[in-house]
């Protein structure tokens, strides 16, 4: 089989995102962010498919110039089918379908959240399977088994809200500016996570629940703020990093146990919220305590990116795993799993 160069777009959110990868190795990944939704506050959907339809184009031109490909050399494109935001989802699938169609070139469609976990494979270090991989997004948090590039299963996931809804929504309570969950972490590092004491959430097997500890903050603010006005940004830093170690805490204990349950020491992490600088260094710690082999892909690699949809491309690719022009995109799309 020929080495395959595949055009990537990821557009589940508001990053326009445009990626080519050859032969495993991705040689651009170019991403829009969206600014419009500061002033909301947060992502605002219908807002995010303009956007999209206004980077699309000048993002896939831009990959393919710094990837020094043309056209006419890729084998195949692939796009984010989901989950995501619908609009948003469309705006990629359309644009893929149409490509692949002119180009009369196989389309690949991808799993956002296997995605996530198949960055790891883009640099070295890369973990071994079987490993464990805790996905934590703004959407998502998962623990999932992986036992090959295609073959996951979700072990344990929220029963409720994601932990970066928990961070974000703790930020906007604190009002710290958008987006939240990245301020709060900054802020956090200047304070003492032992100032305060938050429950830690503990669901049945792996599962979580976010939703306490935000009603927990939310009356916490309450009850400190009516006998003192000015509580919050009298101990803002010492809020942060106690949320943020109470977040990272219930995050890791079911690693832990799930780790020791499996009997697997290949331990990675992925999404969004493994940006976090407080998470990325207790789980160093922990790979000293538990012996852990540790898996972190870099900061580019770790939000958003079209890189991820490629690489997860890439390997469908090699298992002629491809999609016809019937296929739709699906919101709520999930890993497989034994839940």
């Not at 995605?115 to 991989?133: G, N, Q, T, V």
Request: proline fraction near 6%; hydrophobic fraction near 40%; charged fraction near 15%.
């Amino acid at each position: 089989m020929s080495v395959p160069t595949i055009l990537a777009i990821e557009s589940s959110c508001d990053e326009t995102s445009a990626s080519v990868i050859s032969g495993g190795k991705v040689l651009s990944n170019i991403v829009a962010t969206q600014a419009v939704h500061e002033q909301y506050g947060g992502v605002v959907p219908e807002l995010a498919s303009r956007a999209h339809q206004q980077n699309l184009i000048p993002v896939v031109s831009q990959a393919l110039l710094t990837a020094n490909v043309t056209k006419s050399e890729l084998k195949a494109v692939a796009f984010t089918r989901g989950p995501g935001l619908l609009g948003a989802l469309l705006v990629g699938c359309s644009f893929a379908k149409s490509f692949a169609l002119g180009m009369n070139i196989p389309l690949i469609e991808v799993n956002h959240m296997q995605a996530h976990i198949l960055a790891h494979f883009i640099d070295d270090p890369k973990p071994s399977f079987p490993f464990l991989c805790l996905t934590v997004s703004g959407g998502h948090t998962q623990i999932v088994l992986v036992k090959d590039y295609l073959d996951m299963e979700v072990i344990g996931l929220t029963t409720d809200d994601a932990v970066g809804e928990a961070f974000d929504k703790t930020a906007k309570m604190l009002g710290l500016p958008y987006p939240g969950g990245p301020m709060l972490d900054k802020t956090a590092a200047l304070g003492n996570p032992d100032a305060f004491a938050f429950p830690v959430g503990n669901m049945p097997g792996y599962n979580y629940s976010f939703s306490g500890i935000k009603t927990s903050v939310l009356y916490f603010l309450k009850d400190k703020t009516k006998d003192n006005p000015d509580f919050v940004p009298e101990n803002l830093p010492d809020i942060c990093a106690s949320v943020q170690k109470t977040l990272i805490k219930t995050l890791l204990k079911k690693l832990v146990q799930a780790s020791k349950d499996l009997n697997i020491n290949e331990i990675a992490i992925a999404g969004g919220v493994s940006a976090n600088t407080g998470l990325r260094q207790t789980l160093q710690d922990f790979a000293k305590k538990y012996k852990w082999n540790v898996y972190v892909p870099a900061f580019e690699y770790c939000t958003d990116n079209a890189a991820m949809i490629a690489m997860a491309a890439h390997f469908q690719y090699l298992k002629d795993d491809f999609a016809t022009q019937y296929v739709s995109p699906e919101p709520k799309l999930k890993i497989h799993s034994a839940l």
